[in-house]
């Protein structure tokens, strides 16, 4: 599939990721981009790599990804959680869609809700 966005969880008191098996999203599904891209420029720019984050970038010893991750603010997460919302949630019967909207949104939901916590993107 080759190098894309993936988001995951990551702990700003602990320096690490958190639970990197299940708090991570793979957003290189041509589908589900495509999906979200019907619904938000501003997530179209966020994955196209035109929208600068404004969180500190990690340093390669912390990065998941080729590089410096980048991590967002606490603007970027309402941001994102507000533009999520734009996006009608994909009918139960698209298993994959609903699945990987229901996830971002959790990923997302928590690290704007946790004062400790943010998204970083990485490429892998």
């Known amino acids: 599939m080759g ?7 990551f702990d700003l008191r602990g320096n690490l990721p958190v639970d990197p098996e299940h708090a991570h999203q793979d957003m290189t599904n041509a589908a589900f981009l495509n ?15 035109e ?4 969180g ?8 998941w990804g080729e590089g410096q ?27 994959f869609l609903a699945w990987n909207y229901d996830q971002l949104m959790r990923l997302v939901t928590v690290a704007v809700t946790n004062p400790h916590l943010t998204l970083t993107r990485a490429v892998l």
């Open 69 to 95: 991750d980048e991590s967002f603010s606490k603007d970027d997460l309402q941001q994102f959680l507000a533009e999520l919302r734009k996006v009608p949630r994909p009918q139960d019967d698209d298993v």
């Open 51 to 54: 929208l600068p984050l404004n």
């Open 56 to 63: 500190p970038s990690l340093d390669e010893g912390h990065s």
């Open 3 to 9: 190098l894309g966005p993936h988001l995951y969880l």
């Open 35 to 49: 999906y979200l891209y019907e619904h938000s420029s501003w997530i179209t720019q966020l994955f196209t790599y």
